[in-house]
Nanobody
């Protein structure tokens, strides 16, 4: 299973970015997909998760710090998940990672639940 994250960059506070995570075909359908981030000098933290199958809106889960500003979505045809980030704040600055956890996994907010990880993409929000 391969995950390839992209779309990071430098943006001013209040701006938007969309991250993408391209997956190998075998990843699709049988996993939960998640986004995590690691701010400078801090531990990796949960951002959002959705399943590959079913109602992604109903089953989506977001960290309180990003709820209402970030939206995670998927494109099954392209085997890609996205993280639309709006109203960005300097505290959103971090390396963002996409990850995959097998269906049936619990504790989807914990990094240890996820089996596969992308390489990370840097997001920097200037004030």
């Amino acid at each position: 299973v391969q995950l390839q994250a992209s779309g990071g960059g430098l943006v001013q506070a209040g701006g938007s970015l969309r991250l993408s995570c391209a997956t190998s075909r075998r990843t699709s359908r049988y996993y939960y997909m998640g986004w995590f981030r690691q701010p400078p000098g801090k531990e990796r933290e949960f951002v959002a998760t959705i399943p590959w199958s079913g109602d992604s809106t109903y089953y989506a889960d977001y960290a309180d710090s990003v709820k209402g500003r970030f939206t995670m979505s998927r494109d099954n045809a392209k085997n890609t998940v996205y993280l639309q980030m709006n109203s960005l704040k300097p505290e959103d600055t971090a390396v963002y990672y996409c990850a995959a956890a097998p269906f049936g996994s619990e504790s989807l907010r914990h990094p240890v639940t996820y089996t596969y990880w992308g390489q990370g993409t840097q997001v920097t929000v200037s004030s």
